[in-house]
């Protein structure tokens, strides 16, 4: 039986941090099927389709990983997929709380779906989207963090109407 593994999130935007789980889970599963959630309710930069376009080109060229969108219960999507674990990265302690949260109430939901947890490398650990979008909303370097499409995307949504 194929090993698929589902890894949530808003990806708003993509960020190397994303990327890094993404290659660790591909060496774990056979199969990653990455979904990005609308989550309105975070009143995301990017729409949607900027976001599944993002990813997709961030992530080309990876064997195995499959970009769709999902809404609704993870679990469903899941379970739909023939997902058997549900894919979260771990950064710093501050996650933790939040994650074990979902974790448990996923199981709750339904309880053949795991939860699996990953570590990104070192200097990812505090790399988040909001931090990504919030240094570059003030014209701050962040090359080190997002592909260079990502920054020219920024760039240009952030700045519009702004030499
Ligand atoms: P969500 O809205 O579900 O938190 P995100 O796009 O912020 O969506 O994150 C998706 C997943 O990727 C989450 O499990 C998050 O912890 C993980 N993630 C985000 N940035 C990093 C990073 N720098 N290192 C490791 N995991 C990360």
Do not use: C
Request: charged share 25%; aromatic share 10%; hydrophobic share 45%.
């Amino acid at each position: 039986m194929k090993k698929i593994g589902v890894y949530p999130g808003t990806f708003d935007p993509v960020t190397y941090g994303h990327i890094d789980i993404i290659k660790r889970s591909l060496k774990i599963f056979d199969k990653v099927i990455l979904a990005v959630a609308p989550n309105p309710q975070k009143a995301p930069l990017f729409n949607i389709v900027e976001r599944v376009s993002m990813v997709q080109e961030a992530t080309r060229g990876l064997k195995n990983l499959q970009i769709e969108q999902f809404d609704g219960l993870l679990v469903d999507f899941a379970k739909r997929q023939g997902g058997i674990a549900v894919i979260r990265g771990l950064r710093a302690v501050s996650d933790f709380e939040y994650e074990l949260q979902i974790a448990l109430m996923n199981r709750k939901l339904d309880a053949e779906v795991e939860t699996v947890f990953m570590m990104p490398s070192q200097e990812y650990i505090y790399l988040t989207s909001s931090l990504v979008k919030a240094v570059a909303s003030y014209g701050g370097e962040i090359k080190d963090f997002v592909p260079d499409f990502v920054l020219k995307k920024l760039k240009e949504k952030l700045w519009k109407g702004h030499p």
